[in-house]
């Protein structure tokens, strides 16, 4: 990333920790999640609080991480 005041994020595809971790160590100021969250619903759609909590931990786990 240029060293700019326009704030980039990126997204598609984007579904593990680590996904997450190269993009922000590569400057990114935001990830989109949305195909990780589309799959944890799809995946879940006959056991909604299952689908809850893992949606929670997926936003908990990503969301600890921080550019360094």
Same mark, same amino acid.
């Given at each position: 990333?240029?060293d700019? #005041?326009?704030?980039?994020a990126v !997204?598609? !595809?984007i579904?593990?920790?680590d996904?997450? +971790?190269?993009f922000v &160590?590569?400057?990114a100021?935001s990830? *989109?999640l949305?195909?990780? *969250?589309?799959?944890?619903? /799809? +995946?879940? $759609?006959? &056991?909604? #609080?299952?689908?809850l909590? /893992?949606l929670?931990? $997926?936003?908990?786990? $990503?969301?600890?991480? +921080?550019k360094?």
């Amino acid at each position: 990333k240029v060293d700019s #005041k326009v704030p980039v994020a990126v !997204g598609f !595809g984007i579904s593990k920790a680590d996904h997450v +971790r190269s993009f922000v &160590d590569q400057g990114a100021d935001s990830v *989109i999640l949305g195909s990780a *969250i589309v799959k944890t619903i /799809e +995946r879940n $759609l006959n &056991d909604r #609080k299952k689908m809850l909590d /893992e949606l929670v931990g $997926l936003a908990k786990d $990503l969301s600890s991480i +921080r550019k360094s």
